[in-house]
């Protein structure tokens, strides 16, 4: 199994905009659930948001209403569209697929997770 590959990282003001896109290999895409989660320095990984195979989402308290993720079947890539980004949201970001949902809950695949991109939030 190939390991999915994020980018879209970088240096952003407060307040401004960001979108990550994480490329995922294999035939099975339309049918996965897939994640994001992030790890700011010196912390635990932490989940962002994910999104069932259906389209369904669920997100975390701390980026609801400013995130979006969505995923493009036709390029199987997922995205994460960050908006008013605060400096609390640096991190590195990664992407997770082939995860599961479970009481309205993603849980990740230990085995599919990408490189990570940086995203520093500067003010």
């Known amino acids: 199994q190939v390991q999915p590959v994020e980018s879209g ?10 979108r990550l896109s994480c490329a995922v290999s294999g035939s099975d895409f339309s049918r996965i ?5 992030r ?10 948001a994910g999104i069932h ?6 997100y975390a308290e701390s ?7 969505s995923r493009d079947g036709a390029k199987n890539t997922m ?4 908006n008013s980004l605060k400096e609390e949201d640096s991190a590195v970001y990664y992407c997770n697929t082939r995860g599961t949902f479970n009481s309205g809950r ?12 940086q995203v520093t939030v500067s003010s």
Do not use: C, D, H
């Not at 990282?9 to 960001?18: A, F, I, R, Y």
């Not at 993603?106 to 991109?117: D, E, H, K, M």
């Open 53 to 58: 195979f259906s389209g369904g989402t669920k």
């Open 79 to 82: 995205y994460l569209q960050m």
């Open 39 to 48: 790890q700011p320095s010196g912390a635990q990984r932490e989940f962002v």
């Open 9 to 18: 990282g970088g240096l952003v003001q407060v307040g401004g905009s960001l």
């Open 106 to 117: 993603y849980f990740p695949n230990l085995r599919s997770w990408g490189q990570g991109t």
């Open 33 to 37: 659930a897939m994640g994001w989660y």
């Open 63 to 69: 980026v609801k209403g400013r995130f979006t993720i």
